[in-house]
C-alpha cells in the first residue's frame, strides 16, 4: 500500500515538473518571439588579456598576464525597450604567465599556461539610446553568468640557464570532473585542469548601427584544478576582454 502511495505520488510529482517546465519554456518563447524581428546576430572577435588568482582573496599579479584571443558570435534578444538577454557561443583564451629575468639574462625562465575553453555567456543588459537619426544606437551594461568546457591548449617554457638554454611545449590534460560537484577532488592535480570552468560576466559597450564595440570581465568561481578546497579565491580564472562584432 505504502508503496503504491509513494509510485503514484512520484508520478504525480513528474507531471506537475514537466507542465512547470513546459510553461516556463512557453512563456520564455513567446517572449521572445514578440520581439523576434528586432533579434540580432553578432560575430565577435577581440582580445583577452588573462590571469590567474594567486591569493586566497582573489587578487592577481598583473606581471602574469597572458595574452590571448576569443572569437564566436553573440546574440541580443530585446525583452523590452531597454533590457535584452545577450548569450553568446565563444572560443576563448585563459590562462597566465610566470618569468623571472629577461632574454639574454644569465639566468632566465618563462612558463606559460594557455587554455582553450568552449564557452557560453549569458548576460542581461540595459540600453540607454544614444541621439542619432535612425535611433539604432545605445550605449549598454550588464550582467550574468558564463559556463565553459576545456577543449585544448598548451603550457610551454623556455629560458637558459649560463650557456644552457631550454624550451618546451605540452598539451593541457583536463580531468574528467562532474560539473556539479565544486568542491571535489575528481582525479586533477597540478599540471592536469579542470575541464568546467564556471563564473560570473560584467559587460559594457556600445550598439553602433551595425557594429559593436564592448569590453568585458570574466570572474571565475571555479578553481582550474581540484588539488585544494574550492572555498577560496585561488587559482581562478579572471580574463579582461575588448571586443568589435559586426551584425550579420
Avoid: W
Avoid at 520564455?28 to 528586432?38: K, P, R
Avoid at 571555479?222 to 579565491?233: L, R
Wanted: proline share 3%; hydrophobic share 40%.
Amino acid at each position: 500500500m505504502f508503496y503504491a502511495c509513494t509510485i503514484q505520488t512520484f508520478n504525480s510529482l513528474i507531471i506537475i515538473h514537466m507542465k512547470t517546465t513546459l510553461f516556463i519554456i512557453t512563456s520564455a518563447l513567446f517572449a521572445c518571439g514578440a520581439y523576434a524581428q528586432e533579434s540580432s546576430l553578432y560575430i565577435k572577435g577581440g582580445v583577452n588579456l588573462a590571469n590567474v588568482s594567486t591569493t586566497s582573496g582573489g587578487r592577481i599579479d598583473n606581471a602574469n598576464m597572458l595574452t590571448s584571443f576569443h572569437i564566436g558570435f553573440m546574440g541580443d534578444l530585446p525583452l523590452g525597450k531597454v533590457v535584452a538577454i545577450q548569450p553568446g557561443l565563444l572560443f576563448t583564451g585563459k590562462g597566465t604567465k610566470s618569468q623571472t629575468g629577461q632574454p639574454g639574462d644569465s639566468y632566465y625562465y618563462k612558463a606559460t599556461s594557455n587554455p582553450y575553453y568552449i564557452e557560453i555567456p549569458v548576460n542581461v543588459v540595459f540600453k540607454i539610446p544614444l541621439e542619432d537619426k535612425d535611433k539604432s544606437s545605445s550605449f549598454f551594461i550588464g550582467a550574468g553568468p558564463y559556463a565553459a568546457i576545456g577543449i585544448a591548449g598548451k603550457n610551454k617554457t623556455e629560458g637558459n640557464a649560463g650557456l644552457v638554454a631550454f624550451n618546451g611545449s605540452d598539451k593541457i590534460e583536463y580531468s574528467n570532473d562532474d560539473p556539479t560537484t565544486f568542491n571535489q577532488q575528481e582525479g586533477a592535480g597540478f599540471g592536469i585542469m579542470r575541464r568546467f570552468d564556471f563564473g560570473l560576466n560584467g559587460t559594457a559597450g556600445f550598439e553602433l548601427h551595425s557594429v559593436l564595440l564592448s569590453a568585458n570581465y570574466g570572474y571565475g568561481l571555479t578553481k582550474i584544478n581540484s588539488v585544494a578546497k574550492n572555498d577560496d579565491d585561488l587559482n581562478k580564472h579572471r580574463v579582461f576582454s575588448v571586443s568589435v562584432g559586426i551584425k550579420l
